[in-house]
């Protein structure tokens, strides 16, 4: 468990075989959506203040981000009063015409008939649900399906989803990270808790994406891509960034840099001018934006350029080097001496920092004002991982869980005949009891269709794929050296 006693911000959990947790709050390109029962899709709000909505819904323009990585009203903000404000994005298909009976009428809902951004309600009904206060070991779920298209709207078979729980607890919550895939129908389906999600979609030959939805009921959302540098399908337009010092006075001077997340783009930098303002006509895509100046602190952030867009970006005069505080404890508070310490840039580059603990169960690091990995170990713990944002003095608190014991599990993958399955692709997820404990190990099976991962013992969820079967998941409680067989059908 991690608990944040000062700046807090969003938490999740991270797959790996030594139980590594993630916390993301990364903000980039947008989805385009179908929302189902009272979800919404949103963008993640950049921050700026953008009054152009969205006309027809068709796409993901002029839509705002969330800032979710700071929440200081000193430090380095953009435009920090629209930071609670996002725009939903609306279907992407609303074929629904005047002759058509009303769900009123018809006493059926369409997912054709959900709500679009103008529906006012979604929202409210999820900020509702959050207040709620539901009891986590019985949350509410429902069936979310992800449709990912490419720009011709065919179906992209293979895209990698991860929806990620957007949360605001101080204490880690208990909501899973869900993996997944999309099948030949570019199809991904899931029953998820009630919640908001941020959904990431990533495939080799398109771009990136990821956007904000809005569960609380069956819902289906539709991803379009583009291909990589494709011309034809990236729009450029302009961005004006205007930097500031805490008085509001113009920085002349400052250096701003636009780095694509497509490796093979170019870097696009250049100066503020006397105004303190740097113009630029840049293609519609991912950046991380950095502007420094020697007088003043850094600033770096991902941004999302969807359309023409004005951003005002304040910089703090003399500011040093967020700083983070580990204390290490077990289950009842008691400080862990000697838990080693590592903590990795997460996506963009930064120096990291590792150590252990001292005799008060505390570690401390000066880093960037980045998202990092940070993973705790102990010889008699079970180890912990996370992905977090580094805002100015972070204080964390990680409470370890006692070791157990590890055991092979073994899997038999067989189609209907009982014949082994050779390349079948195993992920083992769980355990049961702990749902932030995610992805913990992937394999494929042998010519005999086994595959064997010692892990400790609990209940788990097991996954099997292969091209040409059904995708089948089952349960699995793991005591000591264990094996399950699981039949695969439709081959």
């Not at 800032?67 to 996002?86: I, K, P, R």
């Not at 780095?259 to 170019?266: A, T």
């Not at 100066?271 to 934006?289: A, K, N, P, Q």
């Not at 289950?331 to 080693?340: K, N």
Request: aromatic share 4%.
């Amino acid at each position: 468990m991690l608990k944040r006693t000062a700046e807090k911000s969003t938490i999740g959990r991270v797959s790996g075989p030594t139980r590594r947790r993630t916390l993301r709050i990364l903000a980039t390109a947008g989805l385009a959506g179908v929302a189902g029962c009272t979800g919404t899709l949103e963008e993640i709000d950049s921050g700026d203040d953008d009054e152009s909505d969205d006309a027809d819904g068709e796409d993901i323009d002029s839509n705002e981000r969330r800032d979710d990585g700071s929440n200081d009203s000193d430090q380095n903000d953009v435009s920090e009063e629209q930071d609670d404000e996002t725009d939903d994005i609306g279907n992407e298909d609303d074929s629904t015409t005047d002759d058509e009976p009303s769900d009123t009428e018809s006493g059926e809902q369409d997912t054709d008939d959900a709500p679009t951004i103008d529906d006012e309600s979604s929202d409210d009904e999820a900020d509702e649900t959050e207040d709620a206060g539901q009891d986590r070991s019985d949350p509410e779920t429902a069936e979310l399906t992800v449709r990912v298209i490419d720009d011709a709207d065919n179906p992209v078979d293979g895209a990698s989803l991860t929806l990620v729980p957007h949360l605001e607890e101080v204490e880690a919550p208990d909501h899973p990270i869900e993996h997944g895939e999309t099948d030949v129908d570019g199809v991904y389906t899931d029953v998820l808790e009630h919640h908001v999600y941020t959904i990431e979609v990533e495939h080799p030959d398109y771009e990136f994406r990821v956007g904000e939805y809005t569960h609380d009921g069956p819902g289906e959302v539709t991803v379009p891509l583009k291909l990589v540098g494709d011309p034809d399908t990236t729009d450029a337009s302009s961005v004006s960034i205007t930097v500031v010092d805490a008085e509001d006075t113009p920085i002349e001077g400052a250096a701003v840099s636009l780095i694509p997340y497509v490796s093979d783009l170019p870097i696009i930098e250049g100066e503020t001018d006397g105004d303190g303002v740097y113009t630029e006509t840049i293609e519609e895509r991912v950046y991380m934006l950095e502007v420094a100046h020697p007088d003043h602190g850094d600033y770096r952030r991902e941004y999302i350029h969807n359309g023409p867009d004005e951003i005002t970006i304040t910089l703090e005069a003399g500011a040093g080097e967020p700083s983070i505080t580990v204390t290490v404890t077990d289950e009842d508070g008691v400080p862990i001496e000697g838990a080693t310490v590592e903590l990795q840039a997460y996506v963009e580059e930064g120096e990291g920092a590792s150590g252990e603990t001292n005799v008060d169960g505390v570690f401390t690091a000066s880093l960037d004002e980045i998202d990092y990995t940070i993973h705790v170990e102990h010889p008699d713990y079970e180890p912990e991982g996370w992905v977090i944002n580094i805002p100015r003095d972070t204080q964390l608190t990680i409470e370890l869980e006692p070791f157990r014991e590890r055991a092979d599990l073994t899997v038999t993958v067989v189609d209907s005949e009982t014949d082994p399955i050779e390349g079948a692709l195993v992920r083992l997820i769980g355990p049961d009891d702990d749902p932030v404990y995610d992805s913990i190990a992937t394999g494929e099976t042998d010519a005999e269709g086994v595959f064997t991962e010692t892990v400790r013992e609990d209940t788990y969820f097991i996954e099997v794929s292969h091209d040409d079967y059904e995708r089948t998941e089952v349960t699995h409680e793991h005591v000591g050296p264990s094996e399950t067989t699981v039949v695969l059908g439709g081959g």
